[in-house]
């Protein structure tokens, strides 16, 4: 895996210039002006800008509650940004954490690209930016530290693998797509579409956006299922959020989730693994959502002048029902 380092400390062979004090103080006071940031001075809080996507599902409140939780026991400042769902808002507080002159910035991308230009103001800034949770595409690949996710494409991949077997290669699939353009959906997508190839009676009939949200996927479902009637063997949700909402709209038609219809998704949230324990959910994929000790630590090796890991995944899991219930007692979110 490449290796890259945002920060550069004082050289060692100034360290070494003993009693010629003068020309280290000027060479420090130099090298504070051209090189890249080092982090808060002595006894001050670290202070990191963290720009969230929003509040869009149950993953996202978790996650923005382990990185504010994480934060505060470590006696980060932690300068939060909700962007709302909106792109525009992500770059205004990145744009505001780089005149606040953070150490550092978390930015969770909603979308993948259209980020060059602000990455680009962090970077002359000389404030290491690292990426969390999605991906993106830049044209440099220098504009930020490095990555820290989930492999989204092996998460379509292991969805499809699983349904085929699940359903001895046939049925009609309807798939509810999370944000347009973001890393999860465009992943999520592509891979499971890739996956299912191999299966020519196993198609997708419909596929649509339901912004990663419960009531999203709700309305899309109850719409699928007003257009498709009981056509619809498989219901394939880019995140859980929007399979419960499906869940809903099912029972509403007087269907049996988990039954009449198969349901997988993606996160692994309490709510769903407790459907799957329960039989309306067939099967969820974990993403996990607790970034914070390695996102901070990473921060803390950046600004150490560390060389860091340039993408570094996290470890899914899979749940059914074999493994469901036993996994609850100790689920956070
Ligand atoms: O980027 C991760 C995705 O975003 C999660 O699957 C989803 O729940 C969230 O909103």
């Not at 959502?289 to 060389?307: C, H, M, N, S």
Request: with cysteine.
């Amino acid at each position: 895996m490449a290796l890259i380092s945002t920060s550069v400390r004082v050289p060692a062979w100034a360290r070494h210039l003993g009693s010629f004090g003068a020309v280290l103080g000027a060479l420090v006071f130099l090298s504070a002006a051209v090189l890249p940031a080092t982090g808060a001075p002595a006894g001050k809080p670290l202070r990191i800008g963290f720009a969230q996507t929003g509040a869009e599902s149950a993953w996202r409140t978790a996650n923005t509650e382990s990185m504010k939780s994480e934060a505060a026991r470590r006696g980060i400042d932690l300068k939060f940004s909700d962007a709302q769902g909106k792109q525009e808002n992500q770059i205004r507080a990145v744009r505001s954490f780089i005149a606040q002159r953070v150490d550092a910035i978390v930015l969770a991308p909603l979308v993948e690209t259209g980020w060059d230009p602000v990455l680009r103001e962090a970077k002359r800034a000389r404030i290491p930016v690292v990426i969390t949770d999605r991906t993106i595409q830049t044209s440099d690949e220098s504009l930020y530290a490095c990555f820290i996710g989930s492999d989204f494409l092996e998460e379509g991949r292991m969805a499809a693998r699983w349904l085929a077997k699940e359903v001895g290669g046939k049925g009609r699939i309807v798939e509810l797509q999370g944000t347009p353009g973001a890393a999860p959906a465009n992943d999520r997508r592509k891979a499971f579409a890739e996956g299912i190839a191999g299966f020519p009676e196993l198609k997708i009939i419909d596929s649509q956006s339901g912004d990663f949200r419960r009531s999203g996927g709700k309305e899309v479902m109850e719409a699928f299922l007003k257009k498709h009637g009981r056509t619809i063997d498989i219901v394939y949700a880019h995140n859980d959020d929007m399979a419960l909402g499906a869940i809903q709209a099912i029972e509403a038609a007087g269907l049996r989730p988990g039954t009449d219809i198969v349901i997988v998704a993606i996160d692994a949230i309490r709510e769903a693994i407790e459907a799957v324990a329960t039989g309306k959910m067939n099967r969820p994929l974990e993403l996990s959502p607790l970034f914070r000790p390695k996102v901070y630590d990473t921060i803390d090796r950046l600004l150490a002048g560390e060389k860091v890991e340039r993408k570094a995944y996290n470890q899914d899991e899979l749940f059914d029902r074999t493994n469901a219930a036993a996994a609850l007692p100790s689920r956070r979110y």
